[in-house]
């Protein structure tokens, strides 16, 4: 029993001795591993730099991000200062991060325009080519056949061959224009608009006969290109000279402070054959003598003949004030000049229209005989200048025509808003201008056409397509126009008629003839094609008041 206690007290004392303060420790068990020398304070902390340790690769990384940061916040050349040991202008309380941005420039291809003419880089193109150039069309050379638009000067169809031309590409001159623009065709086409007028030689007698049976009217004589005219008594006419005309003088003009003047209107054919013709309404370009008319001399003519050195209307006294002090254009501040005299200016207006619609209306059959030859007769479009003359009982009487009327202000610098105006106008009613984003005139997707132009633009006559006899046959005439008898050429004209209605600007429609001018007419005596057009217009105009 002894031996015994003596056994437990041994073992209970050995477990007190591994135990201090209350906290057991195990015996360390014997290792037969060498014993590790410990490790001092200074050495853990410099491992923590040791970038060969997961730990002091962090602590790199993090001391390079704040360092590099911490350079950043610093004003300009503090780092310099610093170094040099100068204060700081300034502190920096929060990092300044600049971004560099990186511009992507993109080349968008755009349609292009050529010119052809003696001299196309001129002033006198200035204005075409800024309103081209505003639009989204780029200029290129006559050297490659990748154009859209050929801006022709010049009378382009006997130097350059525009048969072959693609569909979309677009000519702003219709093939035999001459008939029209020409001094002796048009002076000596029998309209009552146009004073009477004689070729030389061939029609002398006629001449003759003429003045005899109107005796006291006076003649000039003109010759058939250029400006040379002049009051002339019979004796003094040469009857000999090949390149002249004579044509009967309007001896009591319509004066404005004491000058007589003419007035030019801009007009655009856009189709010939069905023929469709505009106005520019925006403005009309007024060109006064220099000298009064008073008293009467024919040696001088500047009293009777517009130059280049015409007085324009803001020099005229009794129009400054409506066209300087008011804003008014030319044709606004003579219409209210005449209201101002108790006459209806609207008088004038509607002889101007008729007398441009019955002389184009005219000529349309020789302008579609030369157009067959072409292969798409819609590459083309018209814009010329007529110019007119007014008596002193408002009687309109049509003198001219111009081909390529003059678009340069350089002689007269407040016309540039004119012309560009009319230019605009122009390209916008033809196409040339639009505003669906686009590399060439070549048509658009399906989609992009539909949106443009749908069939329901092109529909009339909603309730007579819908009955008998137009659900059985397409043959009776008033079935024409129903949607499901319109065939491919049809639908296209009817489709570009739509859009230049809808894109028309300041252009007004004097062909077909709007509504109020219907009676000036013989809607019989129209084409096929013209008698078409107008009856679709009409159609359009029992729903839509602005086809009227």
């Given amino acids: 029993m002894t031996d015994k206690r003596k056994e437990v007290t041994k073992k209970t004392d050995d477990h007190r001795s591994n135990t201090e303060d209350g906290i057991k420790t195990r015996p360390a068990k014997p290792s037969t591993a060498p014993m590790q020398p410990k490790r001092t304070v200074e050495e853990d902390r410099g491992s923590f730099f040791d970038l060969r340790t997961t730990t002091g690769q962090i602590l790199f990384i993090t001391v390079t991000v704040t360092a590099v940061t911490l350079v950043q916040c610093l004003p300009k050349d503090a780092l310099k200062a610093l170094l040099n040991l100068q204060p700081l202008a300034k502190e920096c309380p929060h990092p300044e991060v600049q971004f560099v941005e990186r511009q992507i420039v993109a080349h968008e291809t755009r349609p292009k325009y050529w010119v052809f003419g003696r001299n196309p880089t001129g002033s006198h193109l200035l204005h075409v080519h800024n309103v081209l150039q505003r639009i989204g069309v780029d200029q290129t050379s006559n050297e490659t056949t990748d154009w859209d638009l050929l801006w022709a000067h010049d009378y382009p169809f006997r130097k350059v061959n525009l048969q072959r031309t693609k569909r979309h590409q677009l000519v702003n001159h219709f093939p035999g224009s001459g008939y029209i623009t020409n001094k002796v065709d048009l002076s000596t086409t029998k309209l009552?608009?146009?004073?009477?007028?004689?070729?030389?030689?061939?029609?002398?007698?006629?001449?003759?006969?003429?003045?005899?049976?109107?005796?006291?009217?006076?003649?000039?004589?003109?010759?058939?290109?250029?400006?040379?005219?002049?009051?002339?008594?019979?004796?003094?006419?040469?009857?000999?000279?090949?390149?002249?005309?004579?044509?009967?003088?309007?001896?009591?003009?319509?004066?404005?402070?004491?000058?007589?003047?003419?007035?030019?209107?801009?007009?655009?054919?856009?189709?010939?054959?069905?023929?469709?013709?505009?106005?520019?309404?925006?403005?009309?370009?007024?060109?006064?003598?220099?000298?009064?008319?008073?008293?009467?001399?024919?040696?001088?003519?500047?009293?009777?003949?517009?130059?280049?050195?015409?007085?324009?209307?803001?020099?005229?006294?009794?129009?400054?004030?409506?066209?300087?002090?008011?804003?008014?254009?030319?044709?606004?501040?003579?219409?209210?000049?005449?209201?101002?005299?108790?006459?209806?200016?609207?008088?004038?207006?509607?002889?101007?229209e008729d007398a441009i619609r019955l002389l184009i209306l005219k000529k349309e059959s020789l302008l579609a005989g030369l157009l067959s030859r072409y292969a798409h007769k819609r590459n083309f479009f018209e814009m010329m200048r007529f110019d007119l003359v007014v008596d002193n009982k408002l009687r309109v009487y049509l003198m001219e025509a111009n081909m390529s009327p003059n678009l340069s202000s350089a002689h007269f610098k407040p016309n540039r808003l004119l012309y560009e105006q009319v230019i605009y106008n122009l390209f916008q009613l033809v196409g040339v201008g639009s505003s669906i984003r686009r590399d060439s005139f070549r048509?658009?997707?399906?989609?992009?056409?539909?949106?443009?132009?749908?069939?329901?633009?092109?529909?009339?006559?909603?309730?007579?397509?819908?009955?008998?006899?137009?659900?059985?046959?397409?043959?009776?005439?008033?079935?024409?126009?129903?949607?499901?008898?319109?065939?491919?050429?049809?639908?296209?004209?009817?489709?570009?008629?739509?859009?230049?209605?809808?894109?028309?600007?300041?252009?007004?429609?004097?062909?077909?003839?709007?509504?109020?001018?219907?009676?000036?007419?013989?809607?019989?005596?129209?084409?096929?094609?013209?008698?078409?057009?107008?009856?679709?217009?009409?159609?359009?105009?029992?729903?839509?008041?602005?086809?009227?």
Avoid at 237 to 253: A, K, S, W, Y
Avoid at 455 to 471: G, I, S
Avoid at 492 to 521: S, T
């Fill in 443 to 548: 048509k658009q997707s399906p989609d992009t056409e539909a949106m443009l132009t749908a069939l329901k633009n092109l529909a009339t006559a909603a309730n007579q397509c819908a009955e008998v006899p137009c659900t059985e046959s397409c043959a009776p005439v008033e079935c024409q126009l129903c949607s499901t008898c319109l065939e491919e050429n049809d639908r296209d004209d009817l489709q570009r008629a739509y859009r230049e209605h809808m894109n028309r600007g300041d252009m007004k429609r004097i062909f077909p003839v709007p509504k109020a001018d219907q009676v000036r007419v013989n809607y019989e005596s129209l084409s096929a094609k013209n008698q078409f057009m107008t009856k679709w217009f009409e159609e359009k105009c029992k729903t839509d008041q602005s086809y009227c």
């Fill in 192 to 352: 009552k608009y146009i004073p009477a007028a004689f070729k030389l030689p061939v029609e002398t007698d006629q001449f003759r006969e003429y003045a005899a049976a109107n005796g006291g009217k006076q003649f000039v004589q003109k010759n058939n290109q250029h400006r040379h005219i002049q009051i002339k008594d019979i004796d003094e006419i040469d009857f000999t000279n090949n390149e002249t005309f004579v044509q009967e003088f309007i001896d009591d003009p319509l004066l404005v402070d004491g000058y007589k003047f003419d007035i030019g209107v801009y007009t655009v054919i856009t189709s010939i054959d069905p023929l469709r013709v505009y106005i520019y309404k925006g403005d009309i370009l007024f060109r006064y003598c220099p000298v009064p008319y008073y008293p009467f001399n024919a040696s001088d003519v500047d009293k009777y003949i517009v130059g280049d050195d015409y007085l324009p209307t803001w020099e005229v006294p009794s129009l400054k004030q409506y066209y300087t002090k008011h804003g008014f254009g030319m044709k606004d501040s003579f219409d209210a000049y005449i209201r101002s005299t108790g006459r209806d200016p609207h008088t004038i207006w509607e002889q101007v």
